[in-house]
C-alpha cells in the first residue's frame, strides 16, 4: 500500500518549506544540470538572481502550493540557457532547494516564458508550484 497522508499533514508538510526557508530568499537560475545535493556547491554560469517577496509561497491547499508575488530580475547577470534554479536563504549561504528549468510548458520544477538568457535582459518566473505527494 502507497502511503497516504490528510490534507492537513499534506499542508504542513508544504507551508514548512517556506518557513524553513525564510523570508525574502534568493533565487538563482543556473546553466546545466542542478549539482547532486543541495549540499553540492554551485554549478553552471549563474544566469539571473532575484530577491524573492518576503512572503513568496501560498499557503498550501490541498496539498499544492504556488508563488506569490512578482519573482523577477530586471537586468540577468550572465548570457546562456536555463537548466536549474537554487533558493537559498536570504543570506545566499544555505541552499534550501534545487531543480530544474524549463520553458513554460516543458514540465520543469520552474518555468520561464524563455530560457534562453542574455545578460541584461528582463527574466520572469511565469510558474512555480509544488504538491506534496501522499493524496
Known amino acids: 500500500m502507497t502511503v497516504q497522508f490528510s490534507p ?42 532575484m530577491t524573492l517577496p518576503s512572503d513568496w509561497y501560498a499557503a498550501y491547499s490541498g496539498g499544492a502550493g504556488a508563488l506569490v508575488g512578482t519573482w523577477q530580475d530586471t537586468a540577468a547577470n550572465n548570457t546562456g540557457t536555463a537548466g536549474h534554479y537554487r533558493i537559498k536563504d536570504s543570506g545566499g549561504s544555505t541552499c534550501h532547494e534545487q531543480g530544474t528549468v524549463t520553458a513554460t510548458g516543458g514540465g520543469g520544477d520552474l518555468t520561464l516564458d524563455n530560457v534562453s538568457i542574455a545578460t541584461g535582459q528582463q527574466v520572469t518566473i511565469t510558474s512555480f508550484g509544488k504538491t506534496i505527494a501522499g493524496a
Open 8 to 49: 492537513a499533514v499534506r499542508n504542513a508538510m508544504g507551508n514548512a518549506i517556506e518557513a524553513t526557508i525564510g523570508t525574502a530568499p534568493t533565487l538563482e537560475i543556473r546553466s546545466g544540470a542542478p549539482p547532486a545535493t543541495t549540499a553540492t556547491a554551485d554549478s553552471g554560469t549563474l544566469l539571473a538572481s
